[in-house]
Nanobody
Framework: QVQLVESGGGPVQAGGSLRLSCVAS????????MGWFRQAPGKEREFVAA????????DYADSVKGRFTISRDSAKNTVYLQMNSLKPDDSAVYYC??????????????WGQGTQVTVSS
């Protein structure tokens, strides 16, 4: 199983930007896809973005298309989520996921502990 540690969350004003990072360890980084999910208070965890093993394929939730970008750096065993034009509705705990694919949490095997993003209006 892959170990994941997220960072980069925090408070930001609407319209601002944040970049989340997730460092992976425990398996060869190029051997698995990675993704981001988020969970707001009282809501279910939802898919945000995913990138394939090579980074050649990416997938995004409709709510973040055009604003968020997922990328991976094999030299650093790290996946990033660049978030621009943030909205209050983007406020949530953001979770890094690995070893899976798809928009459901059941499709992923490994999870990080989460990092809080709070967008104020």
């Amino acid at each position: 199983q892959v170990q994941l540690v997220e960072s980069g969350g925090g408070p930001v004003q609407a319209g601002g930007s944040l970049r989340l990072s997730c460092v992976a360890s425990g398996r060869t980084f190029s051997g698995y896809a990675m993704g981001w999910f988020r969970q707001a208070p009282g809501k279910e965890r939802e898919f945000v973005a995913a990138t394939s093993r090579s980074g050649g394929r990416t997938d995004y939730a409709d709510s973040v298309k055009g604003r968020f970008t997922i990328s991976r750096d094999s030299a650093k065993n790290t996946v990033y989520l660049q978030m621009n034009s943030l909205k209050p509705d983007d406020s949530a705990v953001y979770y890094c996921a690995a070893e899976g694919w798809g928009v459901t949490i059941a499709g992923w095997r490994s999870w990080g502990q989460g990092t809080q993003v709070t967008v104020s209006s």
